[in-house]
């Protein structure tokens, strides 16, 4: 599975951003799919996840309420629609994919087998 991330630019606070991550290869409906995010110095951190089969959908608590992740299996992309940002959401976004993630590790990084490139977020206060 190869993923395409895009979406990410300079915003100011308050404002919404929408990512995009795009999949070729693989069979995406089957997939669990993944935002996480790195800002500099900082460890890769778990964002947004939404499942496979029913969308159920997770959240990072300083996101939850702010962001909504969701999927369009006809188009192989999964999205992540970001308002009320926030400078501390300023990091470089990664979308990731694996077909075999368990519920209790489906928020680490590890879990996953598959990743984007990365799409760069900054949020001006």
């Known amino acids: 599975v190869q993923l395409q991330a895009s979406g990410g630019g300079l915003v100011q606070a308050g404002n919404s951003l929408r990512l995009s991550c795009a999949a070729s290869?693989?069979?995406?409906?089957?997939?669990?799919l993944g935002w996480f995010r790195q800002a500099p110095g900082m460890e890769r951190e778990f964002v947004a996840a939404?499942?496979?089969?029913?969308?159920?959908?997770y959240y990072a608590d300083s996101v939850k309420g702010r962001f909504t992740i969701s999927r369009d299996n006809a188009e192989n992309t999964v999205y992540l629609l970001m308002n009320s940002l926030r400078p501390e959401d300023t990091a470089v976004y990664y979308c990731?994919?694996?077909?075999?993630?368990?519920?209790?590790?489906?928020?680490?990084?590890?879990?996953?087998?598959?990743w984007g490139q990365g799409t760069q977020v900054t949020v001006s206060s």
């Open positions: 990731a994919a694996d077909p075999s993630i368990i519920l209790s590790e489906v928020r680490r990084a590890s879990s996953y087998r598959y």
């Open positions: 290869g693989g069979t995406f409906r089957r997939q669990t």
């Open positions: 939404i499942r496979s089969s029913g969308g159920y959908t």
